[in-house]
């Protein structure tokens, strides 16, 4: 599947640039989810900068993450 997350780097501005499993590179804007539900968390800088990588979607050390396709799709190619 092409929305497969292999990497993951926080950037400022609560963006995230991806490279998904064909090699794609993308870059995701969280801010618009951060005034909802369990996204509000990551609006405090260090809890957003732990993104990870897990189970082929960006996660956060407090349990949140996102769908890879949602991460896909809505993001920008770059």
Not at 9 to 16: A, G, I, Q, T
Not at 22 to 48: A, I, M, Q
Not at 56 to 73: G, K, M, Q, S
Request: with cysteine; charged share 30%; glycine share 2%.
């Amino acid at each position: 599947m092409i929305w497969e997350v292999k990497t993951v780097v926080p950037l400022d501005d609560y963006k995230l640039m991806l490279t998904f499993e064909n090699n794609e590179k993308r870059c995701y804007d969280v801010k618009p989810l951060l005034e909802t539900g369990v996204f509000k968390s990551l609006k405090e800088p260090k809890t957003f900068k732990s993104a990870r990588v897990c189970f082929d979607t960006v996660a956060w050390n407090n349990d949140v993450d996102i769908a890879p396709e949602t991460l896909y799709y809505d993001s920008v190619k770059v």
